[in-house]
């Protein structure tokens, strides 16, 4: 069974750091490109961050880059996402994702989200 769990949301000060967590199963993790996007209320769902499967490059919006940093443990088939400097506008439901297409076929699984709130 494919899993993606996410862990590590919760409230958070503006200013603030939080590091979430994504630990998959069911799938051979190492060779998916693993992805963290959020959705805000109301507005549509965007890319935060993305680590190849090999390589290890990485990609980030423009409104986290120098802020939040995306990384991957293969043994242990996770991902996380370190978030520094928190701001109001991030506060949203993040989830992470993993995707591949291998010899034609596409896989693109996604966990179940967990919030994020950068509140005073």
């Known amino acids: 069974q494919v899993q993606l769990v996410e862990s590590g949301g919760g409230l958070v000060q503006p200013g603030g750091s939080l590091r979430l967590s994504c630990t998959a199963s069911?799938?051979?993790?190492?060779?998916?490109?693993i992805s963290w996007y959020r959705q805000a209320p109301g507005k549509e769902r965007e890319l935060v961050a993305r680590?190849?499967?090999?390589?290890?490059?990485?990609n980030y919006a423009d409104s986290v880059k120098g802020r939040f940093i995306i990384s991957r443990d293969n043994a242990k088939n996770g991902v996380y996402l370190q978030m520094n400097s928190l701001k109001p506008e991030d506060t949203a439901m993040y989830y992470c994702?993993?995707?591949?297409?291998?010899?034609?076929?596409?896989?693109?699984?996604w966990g179940q989200g967990t919030q994020i709130t950068v509140s005073a």
């Open positions: 994702n993993a995707y591949r297409v291998h010899f034609g076929i596409k896989s693109d699984y």
């Open positions: 069911g799938f051979t993790f190492s060779s998916y490109v």
């Open positions: 680590m190849a499967s090999v390589g290890g490059s990485t």
